[in-house]
């Protein structure tokens, strides 16, 4: 399980919600994931996804991964 910070590990700053974009080379394809919701360090822009958000991401990957896309762009927002 994901345990995600209040403070940042890395530089003491502030963790907030919010969305980044997530991107993979597959070798076989490129797919870009945005919006995805995360957990953002105001500060250095460290991020953490949660468990379900991880799963989520997990199951893009796996079904590009599965259709030999060469590039895709999913929104999860
Ligand atoms: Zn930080």
Do not use: Y
Not at 9 to 17: E, Q, R, S, T, V
Not at 24 to 40: F, M
Request: hydrophobic letters at 40%.
């Amino acid at each position: 399980m994901n345990h995600i910070p209040t403070v940042c590990p890395l530089c003491n700053g502030k963790i907030k919600p919010g969305t980044t974009t997530f991107s993979l080379d597959l070798q076989s394809g490129v797919i870009v994931v945005r919006k995805v919701p995360a957990h953002i360090c105001q500060q250095c822009g460290e991020e953490w996804l949660d468990d379900e958000q991880a799963a989520n991401l997990e199951k893009i990957v796996a079904r590009a991964r599965q259709q030999n896309v060469q590039l895709e762009m999913v929104s999860m927002g």
